[in-house]
């Protein structure tokens, strides 16, 4: 919850350390300035220019789909991930470790690692309200953030022990500044082959062979790669429902409207085999 991170707060604007009322309805600096907590218990720090991110219809499906478990290798590694990043620090037994997840949608990976680690707390950051809703019912452990990852986050220099990003934005920058010393980012991206058996038949793009070299690219001089990128590649046995929710939470569902998706779906195997396929990368900040 919002109060056991409240002391790595700190107003993006100013640096400025944050305070929570003590009716829990605003974060605010000693200048003034504050960030209200919605009724749902997110604080609301977006500028004006921010992105709307996923809309409701994206988030209830990846609701939807997340709980039907078929994601459970990809979540069970980045939770591995986050245990080899604390394990590799100066102290690895820091009673409350703070592990930051940006773009982080419904919660569902930073609520599995919080209960895979004693005392951790975590603080979800994703600009879309719908999801920064679920996202703060997510958790006890959980403080949710409305804001967007890209500018500058209301987290303190050096405050953070794991940056976890899982099929979202990246912002090198932000993350390099809020990481420890110590501190490790750990990467779940999709890799070429993920979801091939539906490419074609639904006219949905493939990542490209290069996404590695890329994130290596993007994160340039700030990181260094902790070994080289595990990839996790398993077989998921989904109906045409599955299949419709999964397509419906990802990226495509702006590209290619309802209707057309599903005359496409429709032409699917009532079950079929897709594959699941994603890199999972750890990098530790360039001093
Ligand atoms: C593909 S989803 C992944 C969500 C979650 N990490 C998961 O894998 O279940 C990408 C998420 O990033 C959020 N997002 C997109 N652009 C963003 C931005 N600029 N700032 C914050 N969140 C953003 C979306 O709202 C969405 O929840």
Redesign the pocket.
Known sequence: MLSDVTDIMADPQTGQPLALSADNTTLSSADGRGYVIAPEGFVVA?GPG?????TGA??HA?ETF?SGGQ?GP?VEAVTEAVHDALDDAADPYLPHPVIV?????????LAHTLDDIAGAYGIG????E??ATLLAASHPRVAAI??????TLPVADHSVDVV??????H?PEECARILKKDGQLVV?TAVAGHLSQLRAPLGITDPDDDVLDKLNTLLGDRFSAVGPAEIVDYQMQLDQQAIATQIS???SARHIDAATLAQRAATLPDRMNVTARAAISRFTPNS
């Open positions: 977006k921010a992105p709307l991110g996923d994206m988030v990846r997340l994601f990809f997840d940006l773009g982080a949608g419904t919660g569902y990976y950051v994703d600009v879309s719908p999801a409305c804001a967007d990852v890209t500018a976890t990003v899982v099929f979202a934005p912002n779940l939470m990802s990226p």
